[in-house]
């Protein structure tokens, strides 16, 4: 296992006993069933507490805090993109803004960082992976998206299979489910959800290790792999919707601007002169490079002269008509 290589702010790591019901096969006696129930009950009201329903566009995923700060564990599948804004929603019904952090397309996990004065609900993380096949685990998760009066869903199962950067567990998962927390019986975080296999009682889920292993990148945000989790932008897609030709004045005048376009969005005006591209002086061949460089969901930031005055925007590319 690749341990961490930069600080962390952890709730305090459970080391609890192993619960001896991990050991049997099955549950022996009632006695058995009881204390697998009365150790789940002793860990749902503060990991519940943490499990977050994600809300973008039109979908919603499930996530959970890992620190006070509000950083955020889920799914690459579900932010899909970095640097972009997410509602993220307790469940109790508060909303914060969100930023996605990086995310790995290879193995479908991502971070989000929680936009707000914390401190925030958090869990704790089993980051010496000592959960074994066949342990009891349970789930938990924003089922098909957020329901207040329903609050977090919880599904008890057993963990069944164990590869490098896949764990599987008989929990069922639904829709919304994708990004939850997979937790141990000592309420410890021990994976990811990420998909349902060939029935819904083949859940996967990405194991903390291999957030371990990428969390310097996760957490600067960078788009790991060319998986199939999430997709980079395609260059040349990304479209601004402005027609500029070079001014006498320097940089670039509007001359046109593509009706409901991004850069009519942002406040652009027929006249207005863009001075800066990326923080380059503006001119036509940056211009048409910066953009056969960027796809749709880029970002550019733009300055611009409006009417004597200064502007400037990090602007949203559209997708080419």
Not at 6 to 13: E, K
Not at 100 to 127: C, H, K, R, Y
Not at 258 to 287: N, P, Q, S
Request: with cysteine; charged share 25%.
């Amino acid at each position: 296992m690749i341990l961490m290589t930069c600080p962390l702010v952890f709730g305090s790591l459970v080391y609890a006993d192993r619960p001896d019901f991990n050991d049997k096969e099955a549950p022996q006696t009632l006695g058995d069933f009881r204390e697998i129930q009365n150790a789940l009950q002793s860990h749902l009201e503060r990991t519940r507490s943490a499990t977050v329903c994600l809300q973008m566009g039109g979908g919603s995923g499930s996530a959970v805090i890992i620190s006070k700060e509000g950083l955020v564990l889920t799914a690459a599948h579900v932010t899909s993109k970095v640097d972009e804004e997410i509602k993220v929603i307790m469940e109790d019904g508060r909303e914060f803004t969100g930023r996605s952090l990086g995310l790995n397309s290879e193995t479908d996990s991502a971070m989000l960082q929680i936009e707000g004065a914390g401190p925030f609900p958090f869990v704790e993380v089993d980051l010496q992976d000592t959960t074994r096949l066949g342990d009891w685990v349970f789930s938990l998760g924003h089922s098909g998206g957020f329901d207040k009066a329903r609050g977090v869903n919880v599904r008890v199962g057993r963990l069944v299979r164990e590869a490098e950067t896949t764990v599987q567990s008989d929990c069922m998962l639904i829709g919304g489910d994708s990004g939850g927390p997979l937790f141990n019986m000592e309420g410890e975080l021990i994976a990811i959800h990420s998909r349902v296999g060939a029935s819904r009682e083949e859940s996967m889920h990405v194991p903390i290790r291999e957030f371990q292993a990428h969390w310097d990148e996760l957490k600067s945000g960078k788009f790991i792999g060319d998986g199939g989790f999430a997709q980079k932008s395609k260059p040349g897609t990304g479209f601004l919707g402005v027609a500029t030709e070079e001014s006498e004045e320097g940089g670039l005048k509007v001359t046109e601007l593509w009706k409901d376009g991004v850069a009519e969005k942002v406040g652009l005006k027929v006249g207005d002169r863009i001075i800066e591209i990326a923080g380059e002086k503006a001119t036509k061949v940056l211009m048409a490079n910066t953009l056969a460089e960027l796809g749709a969901g880029d970002k550019l930031a733009l300055k611009w002269i409006s009417g004597g005055k200064s502007k400037e925007e990090t602007i949203k590319l559209g997708e080419r008509p």
